[in-house]
């Protein structure tokens, strides 16, 4: 058994702890150091210093990346379920999607991440915005290789007329 596993004990993802790790990341983030999917080995040792010296635990590298993993799950679905999933409102008073309950059942029983977004949106929303908006996909700009520069005429039905939509005028 690998001695990490055996020394290491389960990470306790409190309120504490959870708002440090996301200040810390978006810090990282906005200092550059997050060259690819998550930070880079400065972005892991300063994250690792800050986080022991906000909370006293130290938490390995794989815990913070599964941490990392955890909240871009959380925030992909919020990003999906606030802007592009259809049935569903959004008040912006409250930044909270809205639902009647049967809607809300159907979604919650669709994806269990979605049934804390009743309550309000996401803890550490901001954070999580420098941490993952530019890095979310969402569909909206996605091309497929080798379909060329095929054109599509789709009649706008508010006014009649036809636009000219290619992958790359979308």
């Known amino acids: 058994m690998d001695q990490e596993k055996v020394n290491q004990s389960k990470a306790n993802w409190d309120a504490i702890a959870a708002k440090a790790f996301c200040e810390i990341c978006a810090e990282q983030m906005l200092e550059g150091n997050r060259p690819t999917a998550f930070l880079s080995t400065t972005g892991y040792k300063n994250l690792e210093r800050d986080f022991f010296q906000r909370t006293r635990r130290n938490y390995t590298r794989r815990q913070f990346k599964n941490r990392w993993d955890a909240m871009k799950a959380l925030y992909s679905t919020w990003k999906y379920y606030r802007g592009r999933c259809t049935g ?3 008040d912006q008073a409250t930044r909270t999607v809205t639902a009647d309950e049967d809607r809300w059942q159907e979604t919650i029983k669709g994806n269990k991440l979605a049934e804390g977004f009743r ?3 996401l803890d550490f929303i901001d954070e999580l915005e420098i941490m993952f908006a530019r890095a979310h996909v969402d569909g909206k700009s996605s091309y497929m290789p080798g379909a ?3 054109q599509v005429i789709i009649e ?3 006014e009649g007329e036809e636009v000219l939509v290619t992958p790359t005028s979308q």
């Open 156 to 158: 706008d039905d508010n």
């Open 88 to 90: 569903l409102g959004w």
């Open 148 to 150: 060329g520069n095929e």
């Open 119 to 121: 309550k309000g949106p």
